[in-house]
């Protein structure tokens, strides 16, 4: 077994290293600690301020002697640095017996109209500018991405647990992180190179990738994914910054003089450019808010260096850290170039100073710059296949000219190290696990089958009993041109199997031209969406709820057949044509009959239903991002809107079908981020369906007898309680994100959020289709009265992973058994 470095030979093998490095605490004479305080190296401009326990980390490539260390109220010290890595500082400083008068700090809600910083702040924003390529006709740059995965907090105790053992070969590789102090074992790495071409006129721009490069866990596409949707672009002059679906609000911004204090603290030269340098740092805890300091110029007032640390109080789960760095190149008045990006995220089960998480870091350098060169509108309709092969097996010779920042040591080794530890049992043990948990399939890798999902595996409701499920699916790769996916489901109290089976082949790449079909026979509640499922494989969870309000009995047998062809012309346009055969009938005829008005049947009465559909549906989703080119793909973002439109037309006598009709659908998603207030989402659906058709065919306003929140349903309605075949909906839900509850003294610590609901519902049921059905046991009514409406009050973030809403309807109380008032709740991991 390998030697594995201690801690007191690593911290002596960095001192090797001409650096200086500095970590510790900064309190007030009473040792109480002082938040926000200001560190730098003296005589440079690399500095930092300590956190709300007064905490500080800061390093430099540079030798220091002499550590500057200030705050407001009280006297600067300079303490001298005896060795270049000094750790575990205890720093007091003596409250000053004179304020200083050239620099005044406002809390709370008094005036700000003679804070020096506030007067700088209001010049950057009349010279706020887009990014300097927009001041161009043309552009063209060299863009280099760099993201990293890296454990931390690693210390003897973790070396030499269980858990590593015969792992330890792995602790060689550790450094420490400037930004934190703390050391990190590097895990994933991702390298990306890719030429940017802008026209400003045509309002045309196109990426080429070049060269791409992975070590670590590149074939797990929700890994990559995860890291895609992380680090989404974000520009600093914006008035909210966004980061894990929350915003932000950037300290540049007009609204930032209500969230931050501001601090005129220093001015120097920055590459031959006079800069002054602000340190903000937020007015209230609990807030989205950032902690840290910008460096601006003294002419053109364009930030030239800007930090910003988020702080620990804010209303986020699982990060106890991230911090942003980004250098700008003033070239005159109008012009400031973007060089470098860098940010890191701690992600970690708490906030605690001493517990290990996982780092991820995202550096872009940008480079090259070229303006004002004309291109043909056709080259920028030429885009680049980014996943060309050629583009992911680059050689070396190429990787040394493209990185425009070159890899340290640390990080060219992660390539071998990733490659020894997929060797190691132990490891790929571990790593089988975590896959199993987050995707829900077991693989095996000799027979390229995935097992499951088996999250899926128990259900429950009044037709079956208690229902087992196994599946299975093909899996050769993450970007495979074909799919077969299959599942076999057992009820103890039907004692029926049940199946579904489905296969997808991707003909053509470019285009995206897919074969599909399937076949499924099944029980299912439909009355929990008004789109008639065509999905041979999925089902929703009021179908199998162990738990519902009420009985779950309104359930149909279904035997769905389907063949569809869909392909995507222009980017998040898809068209999708085909046909389904479908045959209706109760899973539980007393207590939910289908029975309609049947001449051709002896008896005049039917109660199943033949259905043969042709559908055509457009689906359009700008601003979406996918990653993979197989016949599936992995969504990166869902802060895109998403628009459906749909027509089903049946043919009557078609393979024995029932019904000739007509149906027209769409529908509209959209969410809203609300600058510090929060995410709206909304959704619209409007429907109507021409011809007389029975109950199984009509349209359902969605109920939701189960104990979960479910987003466009109405949890105070029963399954069937409205019948339509005209309809219109709305579903408009809140999420605070913490703004609310963050102003309360008492509940403040909890970082809770409020979330509030508003859902509407209109329809219309006409006397051919009343007519048409036969007497049931449910009442056919439709809201034509009057908008049903309800709403709701929720309270989310309870211990990080639980949200409860409480909802109210408003009307419509004398339909039999209505519900006023019914609790739903829902688990999740979210930031």
């Known amino acids: 077994m390998r030697k594995f470095l201690s801690p007191l030979f690593f911290i002596f093998s960095l001192v090797v290293f001409s650096q200086s490095k500095v970590g510790g605490v900064v309190t007030d004479e009473s040792g109480s600690p002082i938040a926000f305080a200001n560190v730098l190296f003296m005589d440079s401009s690399e500095g930092t301020i300590t956190n709300e326990n007064g905490r500080f980390y800061l390093e430099s490539d540079d030798t220091y002697d002499t550590l500057q260390i200030s705050f407001i109220g009280y006297e600067t010290l300079e303490l001298p640095l005896e060795r270049k890595v000094n750790y575990n500082l205890k720093i007091v400083l003596k409250e000053s017996a004179e304020q200083l008068k050239e620099v005044i700090v406002y809390t709370g809600k008094q005036s700000k109209k003679d804070n020096p910083a506030i007067e700088i702040l209001k010049k950057i924003w009349a010279k706020k500018r887009e990014n300097g390529v927009r001041k161009f006709k043309q552009y063209k740059y060299d863009k280099y991405e760099k993201i990293e995965f890296d454990l931390n907090t690693i210390d003897s105790a973790l070396i030499k647990s269980k858990l590593f053992r015969g792992l330890e070969f792995v602790f060689e590789d550790l450094d420490t992180s400037r930004i934190t102090g703390k050391t990190y074992l590097p895990l994933f790495l991702n390298e990306n190179f890719s030429k940017v071409y802008g026209d400003n006129i045509l309002k045309k721009e196109k990426e080429d990738v070049l060269g791409n490069k992975n070590s670590g866990f590149s074939g797990n596409q929700a890994i990559t994914a995860f890291v895609e949707d992380l680090y989404s672009d974000y520009d600093i002059y914006d008035n909210y910054l966004k980061f894990f679906d929350k915003s932000f609000t950037s300290p540049l911004s007009k609204t930032g003089v209500d969230t931050y204090n501001y601090v005129l603290s220093d001015s120097t030269y920055i590459d031959d450019k006079w800069c002054y340098n602000i340190i903000y740092y937020p007015r209230r805890k609990n807030e989205l808010t950032f902690k840290g300091d910008f460096w601006v110029n003294d002419t053109t007032y364009a930030i030239k260096k800007i930090n910003l640390q988020v702080t620990k109080s804010a209303n986020i789960n699982w990060v106890k850290e991230i911090y942003i760095e980004q250098d700008f190149d ?93 060797t190691v049992p132990k490891f790929k043990t571990y790593y089988n696990i975590v896959s199993v948990l987050g995707s829900g399939y077991i693989e095996i890798d000799k027979w390229n089958l995935d097992i499951g999902d088996i999250y899926s595996t128990f259900g429950f409701n009044d037709a079956e009993g208690i229902r087992l499920r196994g599946g299975a699916r093909t899996y050769f790769g993450q970007n495979d041109t074909w799919r077969l996916e299959g599942y076999m489901a057992y009820g103890f109290n039907d004692r029926k199997f049940k199946h579904g089976l489905s296969g997808k082949f991707l003909l053509d790449r470019k285009t995206r031209l897919i074969l599909s079909g399937g076949n499924r026979r099944d029980i299912e509640q439909l009355g929990i969406s008004l789109t008639s499922t065509n999905d041979v494989l999925g089902r929703s969870i009021a179908s199998s709820a162990l738990v519902t309000v009420g009985a779950n009995d309104r359930l149909t047998n279904i035997n769905l057949s389907t063949m569809n062809f869909e392909m995507e012309p222009v980017p998040n346009l898809r068209i999708r044509l085909g046909g389904s055969f479908r045959t209706l009938s109760s899973a539980l005829p007393d207590a939910f009959s289908l029975d309609y008005i049947d001449p051709t049947s002896p008896t005049g009465i039917s109660s199943e239903v033949k259905q043969f559909d042709i559908n055509t549906t457009l689906i359009y989703t700008p601003g979406k991002r996918t990653i993979g080119y197989g016949v599936e793909r992995s969504n990166i973002n869902d802060d895109h809107s998403t628009l459906v439109l749909n027509y089903t037309s049946g043919l009557e006598g078609f393979l024995e079908s029932d019904f000739n009709y007509e149906r027209l659908q769409f529908s509209y998603t959209q969410p809203w981020q609300v600058g510090g207030f929060g995410r709206l989402t909304s959704t619209i659906e409007l429907g109507r369906t021409f011809g007389e058709v029975p109950l199984s065919l009509l349209s359902v306003i969605p109920g939701n007898q189960t104990l979960f929140s479910l987003y466009n349903t109405f949890p105070n309605l029963d399954f069937y309680e409205f019948v339509t075949d005209t309809y219109a909906t709305v579903h408009l839900e809140h999420n605070f994100n913490g703004r609310l509850f963050s102003r309360i003294p008492l509940l403040r610590k909890l970082n809770l959020r409020g979330i509030v609901g508003l859902r509407g519902a209109w329809g219309q049921l006409s006397d051919e289709n009343i007519a048409l059905n036969a007497p049931t046991n449910i009442p056919l009514v439709a809201p034509d009265d009057e908008i049903y409406w309800e709403y709701s009050f929720g309270v989310g973030n309870i211990f990080k992973i639980l949200r409860i809403d409480f909802n109210f309807r408003g009307n419509y109380l004398d339909n039999p058994d209505a519900r006023p008032f019914g609790v739903t709740g829902s688990f999740g991991f979210k930031f």
Request: net charge negative.
């Open 330 to 422: 003033v070239v005159n008045d109008s012009i400031f170039l973007l060089k470098r990006d860098y940010m890191l995220s701690d992600f970690s089960f708490s906030k605690k100073e001493e517990s290990r998480g996982v780092y991820g870091k995202r550096t872009t350098v940008f480079d090259n710059y070229e303006f004002d060169v004309p291109r043909p509108e056709e080259f920028y309709k030429a885009v680049a296949d980014p996943y060309d092969p050629r583009v992911f097996s680059r050689d070396s010779t190429f990787w040394k000219n493209a990185r425009l920042e070159q890899l340290n040591e640390d990080e060219s080794g992660i390539f071998k190290l990733l490659d020894t530890l997929k």
